[in-house]
């Protein structure tokens, strides 16, 4: 089955929901990058995350992007989406490891460690908007329900799973995102906190089987809820030869002279699909000209 997501609205618009299944998504990041697991969990936790403030920008063409820099082994994450919720991102040390939790989970807080996380939003205006914040955790989750909380006063529940089989593929990842709209009734709160106590981890739903439309079932039935939206989601790289092209060009004639006389040819490996562009010789020199 291809990834999706759900968007709903509950209690009379009052509270906005989304939950999805990113199963393959995060299975392709994890294939692309060769992730530890735990270093795919927290890939995998973003990537969700991202999409999902994707979606809510609200424009097909708004791009935001979420990095978590950290101490820990895997340096940290970043994680990049569009207005439809197609994602991509890497890992800073994908190899990175940190011993399990004495509970067997994977220790994704001690992976990443103490240090920030940025939400950059680029809504097609002159300057993207960016907002830094210290990690609460470094579950990820809780530090992007964190950041919308207090950068952008918005109350947000998000939950996210990623489960990694023997061979190191995903088994099973997914999320869930409620928030708050402007002038919720403070009953609401309380009514949602009480659902929340006791709510089972999403990895402890993924494990049930249960999909996006049962979990918002199970926590907004209560409120009475619409599904607005269904659509698929994935991993996308939208990289391409020309924008690689002139990402080269940019470095300027004396570097750009300076790989033709001691390379004889430039590599440059995208960092979200590892693809592999190739400029040679000839050209290069035709670049050197063309921007003298
Ligand atoms: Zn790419």
Same mark, same amino acid.
């Given at each position: 089955?291809?990834d999706?997501?759900?968007?709903?609205?509950?209690?009379?618009?009052?509270? %906005?929901?989304?939950?999805?299944?990113t199963t393959q998504m995060v299975d392709k990041a994890a294939k692309i990058h060769s992730t530890s697991p735990v270093a795919s969990a927290a890939l995998g936790r973003t990537l969700t995350?991202?999409?999902?403030?994707?979606?809510?920008?609200?424009?097909? /063409? /708004?791009?935001?992007?979420?990095?978590?820099?950290?101490?820990?082994?895997i340096?940290?994450v970043?994680a990049?989406?569009?207005? @439809?919720? %197609?994602v991509k991102g890497y890992v800073?040390n994908p190899q990175g490891n940190?011993?399990?939790?004495?509970?067997?989970?994977l220790?994704v807080?001690?992976a990443?460690?103490?240090?920030?996380?940025?939400?950059?939003?680029?809504?097609? @205006?002159?300057?993207?908007?960016?907002?830094? @914040?210290?990690?609460?955790?470094?579950?990820?989750?809780?530090?992007?329900?964190?950041?919308?909380?207090?950068?952008?006063?918005?109350?947000?529940?998000?939950?996210l799973g990623v489960t990694i089989d023997k061979d190191y593929s995903i088994k099973q990842s997914g999320?869930?995102?409620?928030?708050?709209?402007?002038?919720?009734?403070?009953?609401?709160? /309380?009514?949602?906190?009480?659902?929340?106590?006791?709510?089972?981890?999403?990895?402890?739903?993924? /494990?049930?089987?249960?999909?996006?439309?049962?979990?918002?079932?199970?926590?907004?039935?209560?409120?009475?809820?619409?599904?607005?939206?269904?659509?698929?989601?994935s991993y996308?790289c939208?990289?391409? %030869?020309?924008?690689?092209?002139?990402?080269?060009?940019?470095?300027?004639?004396?570097?750009?002279?300076?790989?033709?006389?001691?390379?004889?040819?430039?590599?440059?490996?995208?960092?979200f699909c590892a693809?592999?562009?190739?400029?040679?010789?000839?050209?290069?020199?035709?670049?050197?000209?063309?921007? %003298?």
């Amino acid at each position: 089955m291809r990834d999706y997501y759900i968007r709903a609205t509950a209690a009379n618009g009052q509270i %906005r929901a989304f939950a999805a299944n990113t199963t393959q998504m995060v299975d392709k990041a994890a294939k692309i990058h060769s992730t530890s697991p735990v270093a795919s969990a927290a890939l995998g936790r973003t990537l969700t995350a991202a999409s999902f403030m994707g979606l809510m920008t609200g424009n097909n /063409d /708004d791009l935001i992007t979420i990095s978590i820099k950290g101490d820990g082994p895997i340096g940290g994450v970043l994680a990049t989406s569009d207005g @439809l919720g %197609r994602v991509k991102g890497y890992v800073h040390n994908p190899q990175g490891n940190t011993p399990n939790k004495p509970n067997g989970k994977l220790d994704v807080s001690a992976a990443i460690g103490f240090g920030h996380i940025t939400v950059t939003k680029d809504l097609g @205006l002159k300057e993207p908007y960016a907002g830094t @914040l210290e990690l609460i955790s470094g579950e990820i989750a809780e530090d992007i329900a964190g950041y919308c909380f207090q950068s952008e006063q918005t109350p947000t529940v998000l939950s996210l799973g990623v489960t990694i089989d023997k061979d190191y593929s995903i088994k099973q990842s997914g999320g869930f995102l409620i928030q708050l709209m402007p002038g919720y009734d403070d009953a609401i709160v /309380d009514q949602l906190e009480a659902i929340m106590t006791g709510f089972p981890s999403l990895t402890q739903l993924l /494990d049930l089987g249960e999909t996006p439309e049962t979990i918002l079932d199970l926590l907004l039935a209560e409120f009475g809820y619409n599904i607005t939206e269904k659509n698929e989601i994935s991993y996308y790289c939208d990289c391409a %030869r020309h924008r690689v092209k002139s990402a080269v060009m940019s470095i300027g004639t004396k570097d750009l002279s300076k790989i033709i006389e001691e390379d004889g040819q430039a590599e440059v490996t995208c960092h979200f699909c590892a693809k592999q562009y190739i400029f040679e010789k000839d050209e290069l020199e035709e670049m050197l000209n063309s921007s %003298r």
